[in-house]
């Protein structure tokens, strides 16, 4: 994959009125596929793919959990907070205990979301430190999409 390590420079990726009538709204910024997400007053910005399985998060739906805010993955339930994949487990020992909210760290690449003049844009994060949505949005990955539609 070309590394877009350095890349600073914020992409225009629409009005601030639509995006926070629309909720979401994906863009490409610096060939990356984003989804933008406008969310009580907040706007917030992550690799479209979930790092899971590639599942279009721009259709998760958006919950609170442990307050933390979340968009699960529609595919896989996988729930992302700040680009940190979390899940549900147990203590196998003591099975009747309560199913805790846990952190695989840190799986999914978040962005920073700037407004000016009532534009809306994103820079995207440092790529220079490999993650797993990033396997989303290389070369190796259309590659395999093509040959797939080929087929």
């Known amino acids: 994959m070309a ?31 984003v989804v933008v997400i406008y969310h009580e007053g907040q706007f917030y910005a992550m690799d479209m793919h979930c790092y899971h399985a590639g599942g279009p998060l721009h259709l998760g739906d958006i919950e609170e959990i442990n307050g933390k805010l979340c968009i699960v993955c529609p595919w896989h339930k996988i ?38 003049n009532g534009d809306v844009y994103v820079t995207l994060s440092d790529l220079t430190a490999g993650i797993d949505s990033d396997y989303y949005q290389s070369e190796e990955y259309r590659q395999t999409l093509k040959k797939a539609s080929n087929t």
Do not use: M
């Not at 390590?5 to 225009?12: D, H, L, M, Q």
């Not at 601030?16 to 910024?29: F, G, M, N, Y």
């Open 3 to 33: 590394s877009t390590a350095g890349v600073e420079s914020s992409v225009f990726v629409g009005k601030e009125d639509d995006i926070i009538q629309s909720k979401r709204k994906t863009a490409v910024v610096h060939g990356r596929h």
């Open 79 to 116: 729930t992302l907070a700040e680009g940190e994949g979390l899940y549900q487990g147990i203590n196998p020992q003591a099975p009747k205990s309560s199913a805790k909210w846990c952190s695989k760290g840190v799986k999914q690449r978040t962005h920073c979301v700037h407004v000016r």
